[in-house]
């Protein structure tokens, strides 16, 4: 008797792996693909990219009540360049963050970081910006935040992590400067992001078993931390009108 021929199992593609193990990162750049692809078809069809015109973070429009653009810009981008830097780096850094955060607090640390960004920005620059950097550069945050409390759990492999998080911020600050970049977006979205692990985001510790190796629990798991997250977004509405009224001045 012939024994049953073994098969190999298919490479698993990219966009499987991140679909199972980061579904809120991919529909968080899926739904950024839709925007810009509509602004794509505004641009074809008006001349015009409506858009933007209609979503893009700018004082006088928030001030007469749109405040839809607090949230908006942070899914509208300004080319496809702009687009593709800013989910690369999503897509490089989101997986590692819902990973350990989870796939709600990942959009809520996402969503709250990129509108700190865009109401910093509004406060400190009169410019009109968009762009999902100020919620990225929030992951980052969210992340070394996460690694430091974490760093006698994660041993020496916290301190590696948080030397490359040190070079990628600093390389990323930097760029911030140059002209025509929302440093203050990014700066925005990089303290909420750090602020946001601290207030609501998991706490591992590692729990001895009788038998079998230890276990990592999360001692403040999602539906307990929710609360400081709805209380975060209510702190930053009240930030968001004190900038509007701030700006009029």
């Given at each position: 008797m012939?024994?049953?021929?073994?098969?190999?199992?298919?490479?698993e593609?990219?966009?499987?792996?991140?679909?199972?193990?980061?579904?809120?990162?991919?529909?968080?750049m899926?739904i950024?693909?839709?925007?810009?692809?509509a602004?794509?078809?505004?641009n074809?069809?008006?001349?015009i990219?409506?858009?933007l015109?209609?979503?893009?973070?700018d004082?006088?429009?928030?001030?007469?009540?749109?405040?839809?653009r607090?949230v908006a810009p942070?899914?509208?981008?300004?080319?496809?360049?702009?687009?593709?830097?800013?989910?690369y780096?999503?897509?490089a850094?989101?997986?590692?963050?819902?990973?350990?955060?989870?796939?709600?607090?990942?959009?809520?640390?996402y969503?709250?970081?990129?509108?700190?960004?865009?109401?910093?920005?509004?406060?400190?620059?009169?410019?009109?910006?968009v762009?999902a950097?100020?919620?990225?550069?929030?992951?980052?945050?969210a992340?070394?935040?996460?690694?430091?409390?974490h760093?006698?759990?994660f041993?020496?492999?916290?301190?590696?992590?948080?030397?490359?998080?040190?070079?990628?911020?600093?390389?990323?600050?930097?760029?911030?400067?140059?002209?025509?970049?929302?440093?203050?977006?990014?700066?925005?979205g990089?303290?909420?992001?750090g602020?946001?692990?601290?207030?609501f985001?998991?706490?591992?510790?590692?729990?001895?078993?009788?038998?079998?190796?230890?276990q990592?629990?999360?001692?403040?798991p999602?539906?307990?931390?929710?609360?400081r997250?709805?209380?975060a977004a209510?702190?930053?509405?009240?930030?968001?009108l004190?900038?509007?009224?701030?700006t009029?001045?």
């Open positions: 012939n024994p049953a021929p073994t098969t190999t199992p298919a490479p593609g990219a966009l499987r792996r991140l679909r199972r193990r980061a579904p809120a990162t991919l529909s968080l899926g950024t693909g839709v925007v810009f692809t602004q794509l078809a505004s074809l069809l008006a001349g990219d409506l858009v015109v209609w979503g893009m973070k004082r006088a429009a928030l001030r007469a009540g749109e405040v839809w607090l942070v899914f509208i981008h300004a080319g496809a360049l702009h687009l593709l830097v800013n989910m780096s999503f897509y850094l989101g997986p590692a963050v819902e990973r350990f955060f989870g796939h709600r607090r990942l959009v809520a640390v969503l709250l970081s990129g509108v700190s960004g865009v109401v910093l920005s509004l406060a400190m620059n009169p410019a009109p910006s762009g950097s100020g919620a990225i550069f929030g992951l980052l945050g992340l070394a935040a996460f690694t430091y409390q760093r006698r759990l041993g020496s492999s916290a301190q590696a992590q948080l030397q490359q998080i040190g070079v990628v911020l600093a390389l990323n600050l930097i760029l911030s400067l140059t002209p025509g970049i929302d440093a203050w977006g990014h700066l925005g990089l303290v909420a992001g602020g946001c692990a601290v207030l985001g998991p706490r591992l510790e590692l729990v001895p078993r009788i038998e079998g190796t230890p990592v629990v999360d001692r403040r999602w539906p307990g931390a929710r609360a997250a709805a209380a209510v702190v930053l509405l009240a930030l968001a004190l900038a509007i009224v701030a009029a001045w």
